[in-house]
């Protein structure tokens, strides 16, 4: 759905090496992000393409996420 590397995450998914987390908005998937389970710290966030996402997206994310003790940094 979002033309990105993401499907090939599966593997690292199912090993429990990365979380992935999808973001959606006005019921459409506009972005995800993987997490390293080890540390919680975000190793990257992408929209469709690879693209970045938008910034009303990430600041809301972002701090969703630091609600969940994930880092962003």
């Keep these: 759905m ?4 993401v499907g090939d995450f599966g593997n690292a998914v ?6 992935v987390i999808g973001i959606e908005q006005s019921d459409h998937i506009i972005g995800c992000i993987e997490v390293n389970p080890a540390n919680r710290q975000v ?7 690879n693209r970045t996402l938008p910034p009303t997206a990430t600041a809301s994310v972002f701090e969703a996420l630091q609600c969940c003790g994930v880092s962003a940094t």
């Design 43 to 49: 190793r990257q966030a992408l929209g469709p393409r």
């Design 14 to 19: 199912a090993g429990g090496h990365s979380w």
């Design 2 to 5: 979002l033309h990105n590397c």
